[in-house]
Structures are given as structure tokens and as C-alpha cells.
């Protein structure tokens, strides 16, 4: 299965489309932007030489090898092409193609773009399988990854299955994964492990104050506002800091906090030039 620049083929059909289609929309070029989705559809449906003939969604329709579908996939990112939808739909239709995207997350020696595809590809198909090897990826994790926030968003998709598996990691977690897990635990019913690591990541990593602020006030326990109180008050605090604290005080039931001043605050003066 060959590698296709889809995008590119489609660029040259719209242009074409634009070219003898102009004189219709009286050179509106909202108008002929409006119409893009609707000429792309048509377009998947056009045979094109570069595919023998065949339209682009005949094309991958035709493929239904899952080794084949993967390794197509794997050289599209290696070659820096541009990968089609219609290859991503056709990998998650096929049946059989989840051993090869749970090895493709699991394997470390792989470009981190195509193993961060296979999450979202896995996601799309659907299930828990992969939760363990994304507890794996996320555990030893020092500083942010994007591949351990995709993680992340798959385990939140699981649903509350994940919550004990993701509590049992926390204690040998890695700084920031400890902070990716505690963003995962705020989805979840309340507990007093998770609001113990909730309030406690708030209280230590005073350089993200807002954003475990902002973990507090989804995860809705009342008993971080005296917490959060104290904090607004705090000498030094930053104004956005300030905000997403006051934000959170309110979003819990308290009295929002009287306003600071803050002139002199490259965030506020920012914001005031907007």
C-alpha cells in the first residue's frame, strides 16, 4: 500500500474547482470557502489517476490487511506526509488492527508523533486494553510529555474503572506524573485519597497554583476552601494565580475575594492592553 499525499492531490483539485467555479459565486470568496467541505466529499469520491483510477475512498476501502493498514500508517509519519483520515478510519474498521497499535505504544524506540497516533487511534476503537501500558508510560514520567497527556485523555475516556489502577501508581509516580494523575482523579467521585492528593499538590507546586485550583473547583469537595482562602491572601500571589483561586473559591460556594492590585503584573497590564 503506497504512501498518498492525499492533501496535496485535494490543494490541486480545489484550486481547480475554485478556478472554474469563481465566475459562479461572482468571486466571493467566503462564498467559494463556504463550499470546501462539500467539494472535498465530492472529491473523495473522484477517481484519480494517482490511484489507478479509483476514487480515494475506493481506494482504502480496498485494504483490509491490518499489518498492511499499520505499516502504512507508521510511513506516512515517518516521511512526513500528511496521513488521510480515510487510512485512520480504515485502520479502526478493520478488525484485527489493535495488537499492532498497542505495540506501536508500546515501544519506546518509536517516534513519539506516531505512538501519540496509535493512542488516538485505540481511543477511537474503544475498550481498556491499553490502560496498563499507558499507566506505564505516564508512571515514570519527570517532566511533561505530550505522549503522557494523550495518555491521559484516553484514560479519562475509560471512565471510573481507571480511578483505582491510577491511585495505586500515584505514590512511585514521577513529578509530572504525579501531576497528570492528579488531573485524571479530578473526573472522578469523590474520595478522600484523591482530595488529599488534590489539596496537596495545590499546596506544594506553588508555581501552578491556578492550574490545581482549577482541579479543586472541578472536583467539587467543599472542604478546599478554607484552603483556597488562605491562598488568596497569600503575599506575592500572581494575578492569574489570583484569578483561577477566586474562580474556584466561587465555583465551590464562597465569597469571591475582594480584588488585588496588580499593577506592575505582566499578565494584568497584558490583559488591560487588549
Not at 474547482?17 to 473522484?46: C, I, R
Not at 495488537?99 to 505512538?115: A, F, G, K, V
Not at 484552603?227 to 465555583?251: H, K
Request: glycine share 6%; charged share 30%; aromatic share 8%.
Amino acid at each position: 500500500m503506497r504512501i498518498v499525499n492525499l492533501d496535496a492531490e485535494f490543494e490541486k483539485y480545489l484550486k481547480a474547482w475554485m478556478q472554474k467555479h469563481s465566475a459562479q459565486y461572482g468571486n466571493n470568496l467566503d462564498k467559494l470557502e463556504e463550499m470546501v467541505p462539500d467539494v472535498y466529499m465530492t472529491f473523495l469520491e473522484t477517481p484519480l489517476a494517482l490511484l489507478d483510477g479509483k476514487s480515494p475512498e475506493e481506494w482504502y476501502e480496498a485494504f483490509s490487511d491490518p499489518a498492511e493498514l499499520i505499516e502504512t500508517l507508521k510511513a506516512h509519519i515517518r516521511e512526513r506526509v500528511s496521513v488521510p483520515d480515510l487510512l485512520m478510519e480504515r485502520i479502526v474498521a478493520v478488525p484485527g488492527t489493535e495488537p499492532y497499535l498497542l505495540e506501536m505504544i508500546r515501544d519506546d524506540s518509536l517516534d513519539e508523533e506516531i505512538r501519540m497516533t496509535a493512542v488516538s487511534l485505540m481511543q477511537e476503537i474503544g475498550g481498556n486494553a491499553p490502560m496498563e501500558h499507558y499507566l506505564d508510560i505516564i508512571t515514570p514520567l519527570e517532566e511533561p510529555s505530550d505522549l503522557g497527556d494523550i495518555c491521559a485523555e484516553s484514560l479519562v475516556a475509560m471512565g471510573g474503572e481507571v480511578m483505582e489502577p491510577v491511585l495505586a501508581r500515584y505514590p512511585r509516580a514521577g513529578a509530572a506524573a504525579k501531576n497528570i494523575f492528579a488531573d485524571i482523579l479530578c473526573n472522578f467521585e469523590h474520595d478522600d485519597r484523591i482530595y488529599s492528593i488534590l489539596e496537596e499538590r495545590f499546596r506544594t507546586q506553588t508555581d501552578e497554583r491556578a492550574l490545581f485550583a482549577s482541579y479543586l473547583a472541578k472536583y467539587g469537595d467543599e472542604r478546599a476552601l478554607p484552603v483556597l482562602v488562605e491562598a488568596s491572601r497569600e503575599p506575592g500571589l500572581g494575578y492569574l494565580d489570583f484569578v483561577e483561586i477566586a474562580n474556584a473559591i466561587e465555583a465551590l460556594g464562597g465569597d469571591r475575594p475582594a480584588e488585588r492590585e496588580y499593577a506592575g503584573d505582566p499578565y494584568y497590564e497584558a490583559l488591560g492592553r487588549l
